[in-house]
Each structure stands twice: as structure tokens, then as C-alpha cells.
């Protein structure tokens, strides 16, 4: 799955994508399958909230030298992160999964 040129593996997994999985509505069927993902992320999820981090000039940098992002894509990333106060590189990548996700509007 690609989104902004960003490629999704489950190493990258939404947060939101793992609560799809623990609901049972993802494509992953097997309880193996299903078992491994959860611990393999377990400490994400049990987090929650705590695993997004505070900004820092280094996230910001990355963003702004990361080339598989699109430029407005990076500029409201850094918005968002000014007005959330989150790390940089998690405020691009959860712009991107509203985007991909749940964004309805029209053009």
C-alpha cells in the first residue's frame, strides 16, 4: 500500500491500523498472524497516547529533507506539529493516514 509515496508495511502500521487488527476487521486471519503483529507492537499499544513524542529540530529536518513527501504535504506536517506539539515526523505520518483514511471532503 502506498500513500504520498510513503510504502506501508507493518513495520510503519497506523495506530489505527493495529485497533483494526485487535477488532478482528483486518485481512490478517490467521490467529498466528494475528498473535505475531500484536507482539511484535505490543508496547505501542499498550502506550497509547505516550508513544507520540514532543517536536525536536532533528524530526524536523528529516521531514524537511525527506524527498518521498510532497512539499505541502511536509508544510501542514509542520503546522500540525506546531499546533499539536508532536514530533515532526509522526505529525506527517498521521496527516497522511487522515489523508489516505479518513479524508472525505471534495476537492
Known sequence: MEA??????PENWSSRELWTILLGRS????????EAELNKHWRRLLEGLSYYKPPSPSSAEK???NKDVASPLKELGLRISKFLGLDEEQS??????????DYRGTR
Request: hydrophobic residues 40%; aromatic residues 8%.
Open 92 to 101: 506527517v505520518q498521521l496527516l497522511q493516514c487522515y489523508l489516505q483514511e
Open 63 to 65: 521531514v524537511k529533507a
Open 27 to 34: 485481512a490478517l486471519r490467521e490467529l498466528s498472524q494475528i
Open 4 to 9: 504520498s509515496g510513503t510504502t506501508w508495511s
